[in-house]
């Protein structure tokens, strides 16, 4: 089964996902890309994936404007530290994916809520660009998202 899913935004603040299954297009009015709640909440165990102090990790967020600009997400609570391990990784992924054709960025954000959380609705805390860590401006995820979109690719769509 293939599957493929864009957010788009209608009259303003109205968002809705417009998604297409084997051909079949149908849309999500509540606007969620998660399609299966409970299984998204299951916990992922990788403890018997260990070699030695290594292990692996996630990246909450990915994003690839057509090969042109490379956006990894990290978000914690409450302005949780990254592990040392799990920083390292994403540096070193970011880093390696950052080229003369391809702008990189690791963004790491934070959250105060209890419940679900609107990845985009979190706090840039720090960004990370050509291997140098930066300290970000008070902005929301989405809002430095669209100021790098303008930057690098200019009314994209």
Known sequence: MREISHRIPRDGEEVWSLCVRNGDMYSNPQGSLIRNKEYAARLKDFSGLRF???S???IDGFLDFSDRLFIFVETKYQNS??????KLALERL????QSDTRNSYLLL????SD???DIGETVVKQYRYQRVWHDSPEMTLREV??????KYLGDYK
């Open 52 to 54: 030695g102090k290594i």
């Open 56 to 58: 692996p990790t996630d």
């Open 81 to 86: 530290p990254v592990p040392y391990g799990q």
């Open 94 to 97: 970011c880093d390696a994916t």
């Open 109 to 112: 954000t934070s959250y105060d």
């Open 115 to 117: 419940g679900d959380i």
């Open 145 to 150: 998202i669209e100021i790098l979109i303008n």
